[in-house]
């Protein structure tokens, strides 16, 4: 499957890029398969997402739990947790 990532905030400037296209293995169902996936990519995503738990992830611009599959997305964003009113 082919889908177009964004990161935002610290996990863009870890990672190096603001967004890219990735094909990912079919073994990436869910949210958090895709942050266990992409800590495999180098350092940059590793300290990125040194800890998955706290980082945000929308699809299709809607928020989702880790558990949630990711199939027929088109765009995944991917963010530290956020505060402010």
């Known amino acids: 499957m082919k889908v177009k990532l964004v990161y935002f905030a610290w996990v863009r400037e870890r990672i190096d890029k603001p ?4 094909d990912l293995p079919d073994s990436v169902v869910t949210a958090g398969d895709l942050l266990q996936h992409l800590k495999t ?4 995503y590793e300290a990125a997402l040194q800890y998955p738990e706290v980082i945000r992830v929308a699809v ?3 928020h989702v739990d880790h558990d949630e599959p990711i199939a027929g997305a088109r765009e995944i964003g991917i963010f530290p947790p956020m505060t402010g009113g």
Request: aromatic share 0%; glycine share 18%; charged share 45%.
């Open 41 to 44: 990519l180098g350092d940059g």
């Open 19 to 22: 967004e890219e296209d990735l």
């Open 60 to 62: 299709n611009q809607e």
